[in-house]
Nanobody, 124 residues
Framework: QVQLAESGGGWVQPGGSLRLSCSAP???????LGWFRQAPGKERQFVAA????????FYSDSVKGRATISRDSARNTVYLQMTTLKPEDTAVYYCAATSRALATIHIPATYEHWGQGTQVTVSS
């Protein structure tokens, strides 16, 4: 089991920004890492994903233009920078990883490894 560790969640006002981090073990250096979120009473929703090669990035329509996913290969850490946050962005954010480079990056079942989640609350 790969241990993923998220950080960077918290409370932010509408229009604000934050950066989430997801650290993976050094030995995990191929495949895809994704970010998902889950609001109370709702299904887990795809947010963004990046190939570990860094060659491809993917975003959901709900965050496109407001989110940037990036990878620091030296730290084996993936970041999700979000700006212009809205109350509807409130959710627990999870990072997930798979050793595969499948096309179904938006489906939770694609990923074998998950972090514990970090709460993001957007409110005034």
């Amino acid at each position: 089991q790969v241990q993923l560790a998220e950080s960077g969640g918290g409370w932010v006002q509408p229009g604000g920004s934050l950066r989430l981090s997801c650290s993976a073990p050094e030995r995990f250096n191929s495949g895809t890492l994704g970010w998902f979120r889950q609001a109370p009473g709702k299904e887990r929703q795809f947010v963004a994903a990046i190939r570990f090669s860094g060659s491809s990035k993917f975003y959901s329509d709900s965050v496109k233009g407001r989110a940037t996913i990036s990878r620091d290969s030296a730290r084996n850490t993936v970041y999700l920078q979000m700006t212009t946050l809205k109350p509807e962005d409130t959710a627990v954010y999870y990072c997930a990883a798979t050793s595969r480079a499948l096309a179904t990056i938006h489906i939770p079942a694609t990923y074998e490894h998950w972090g514990q989640g970090t709460q993001v609350t957007v409110s005034s």
